[in-house]
């Protein structure tokens, strides 16, 4: 499990100034859960820039200080809760970045040690970790350079390839690239992982989050006409404050150059039910 945020902004800000100072610390304290390590990547153009680290993130200054320093147009941040068996280091950190795309990944692909079957054989040579979700990004690095299609039309290839023959339990996903940030919502909405109330909890002198019922996959965006913030659930994202469900099975589009951010549904659904193994270690 982790959490994802990802923004695209007219011009050129923090994570800390893309959500405010209140949503801002209630994000950073979903890592007191999600205590396995932080990853930023953000753009200005078409170079990304990252950083990552294997500290929980509210209590990691360099975190603080990256969030607030760190300028981007566009940007993912990823907070992870590792995988039993997966080790907890910087060659599984999310955001994973290769060439000109990051992408970040929330859920778990069954059975795991199937999973090079969706790499080309010459890919297997570019892997830094041992993740489903970084074979999840290359496979769709692949798709395109093996077909010459673009993001959508691969994502969706490896979107439905994944979910026919492996059993995942979300395959939720942000995939930031120099045209746009992709945002894939796909996911059992069967699995509801048991959290401690931690998750829900606000800290001191905040308002009480409104999302903590929200299913766990649940993702959501907001659209001020300056910057557009899509993110996972577990701090408050409220209708009136401009807030909107994405649907489930779905891909949004945000182009960096407009801010237009588009919504389509997509021909894929993963079973309810997912393995009961990944329904109780179903962590990224």
């Known amino acids: 499990m982790c959490r994802l945020l990802g923004w695209v902004a007219r011009d050129g800000l923090s994570l800390r100034d893309v959500l405010g100072e209140e949503s801002f610390v209630a994000f950073a304290q979903l ?3 999600h205590a396995d390590g932080w990853g930023l990547a953000a753009a200005d153009g078409a170079e990304l820039r990252l950083e990552c680290s294997t500290s929980n993130a509210a209590a990691d200054p360099v975190f603080r200080d990256v969030a607030t320093n760190v300028l981007g147009r566009a940007g993912v941040a990823h907070l992870r809760w590792a ?7 910087l060659s599984n950190a999310h955001p994973f970045l290769h060439e000109r795309y990051a992408f970040a990944h929330n859920g778990g692909i069954y059975p795991f040690e199937r999973l090079d079957e969706i790499l080309p054989e010459e890919w297997h040579a570019r892997l830094r970790g041992s993740t489903d979700s970084e074979r999840y990004f290359l496979a769709v690095l692949a798709e395109m350079a093996r077909s010459g299609d673009d993001v959508p039309t691969a994502l969706l290839r490896v979107l439905r390839r994944l979910s026919e023959e492996f059993t995942p339990s979300s395959l939720n996903a942000m995939m930031l690239g120099p045209e746009a940030l992709y945002v894939v919502n796909v996911h059992d909405e069967s699995i509801r992982p048991v959290l401690p109330p931690l998750e829900a909890q606000s800290v001191d002198d905040m308002v009480e989050a409104t999302e903590e019922e929200a299913p766990y996959y649940d993702l959501r965006y907001r659209s001020t006409g300056e ?4 993110a996972s659930s577990g701090f408050a994202q409220p209708e009136g404050g401009g807030w909107r469900r994405m649907e489930n099975n779905s891909l ?16 894929v659904a993963i079973g309810r039910a997912a393995a009961a193994e990944s329904a109780g270690a179903d962590l990224r």
């Not at 995988?83 to 280091?89: H, W």
């Not at 949004?252 to 588009?262: G, Y």
């Open 31 to 33: 890592s007191r859960i």
């Open 83 to 89: 995988s039993p068996g997966l080790p907890v280091e």
């Open 227 to 230: 910057s557009v913030v899509v």
């Open 252 to 267: 949004l589009v945000v182009d960096r150059a407009s801010l237009q951010v588009s919504e389509f549904p997509l021909d």
